[in-house]
């Protein structure tokens, strides 16, 4: 889904009134932070398919981010009926941002949405993990929320996997309590009820 960059308020409330969901980021240029941050976000709103997503500078565009009780930059809100969902404060990646919107995506369509109930799912990752981005990317695909862990960032975590599982290696997966080592599709779909899903 293609980036909207607000210009002015009276476009941000123009696309506001005309959308139910929206995913809004609010930047400054005169921060470094928030440049970095930016490019991960543009990334995200390429990759999002689910919520448009717009980017404003506070800069430029005056008043919007107070409104919504943004006190710096970088912050990410989604909105929901004009109502703030949920608010995501300093810099991330683009794969937090993917996590944390399509599960609010999944919240705000409970109704309509038919693949809601999966079981709470972690996914242990590690840096230059080529099969951890794959694993996401098949869960993203069948619209499963999951948190994410990365051991290579994180010491305890990966002793403590180690501990559960015997295993070090990642990907590693945690599904409603069963875990999976590796990107085994059959096990996951199975723990997730993803083949009868697909069959119905």
Same mark, same amino acid.
């Given at each position: 889904?293609? /980036? ?50 717009? /980017? ?6 005056? $008043? ?33 941002? /993917? ?26 990752? $590690? ?33 403590? /996997? ?13 599904? $409603? ?24």
């Amino acid at each position: 889904m293609s /980036l909207v960059i607000v210009r002015d308020v009276e476009e941000f409330n123009s696309i506001l009134n005309g959308e139910k969901e929206l995913v809004v980021g609010f930047f400054g240029s005169f921060s470094q932070v928030s440049n970095e941050a930016e490019s991960d976000f543009r990334e995200f709103a390429s990759l999002n398919t689910e919520i448009k997503a717009l /980017l404003v500078d506070v800069n430029v565009v005056k $008043g919007v981010h107070k409104f919504y009780g943004v006190n710096s930059v970088p912050t990410v809100i989604s909105i929901s009926n004009n109502k703030v969902i949920q608010k995501i404060v300093g810099k991330h990646n683009t794969d937090y941002y /993917l996590n944390a919107f399509q599960n609010h995506s999944i919240e705000v369509n409970a109704g309509k949405d038919k693949k809601i109930g999966f079981p709470q799912v972690t996914v242990w990752t $590690g840096d230059s993990c080529v099969w951890c981005t794959r694993v996401k990317t098949y869960l993203r695909k069948n619209r499963v929320p999951f948190r994410e862990v990365n051991v290579s960032r994180d010491a305890s975590s990966a002793a403590a /996997l180690k501990a559960r599982t015997g295993q070090v290696g990642v990907p590693q997966l945690s599904i $409603g309590g069963n875990y999976v080592v590796g990107f085994d599709k059959t096990k996951i779909d199975m723990y997730l009820g993803l083949k009868s899903r697909k069959e119905v």
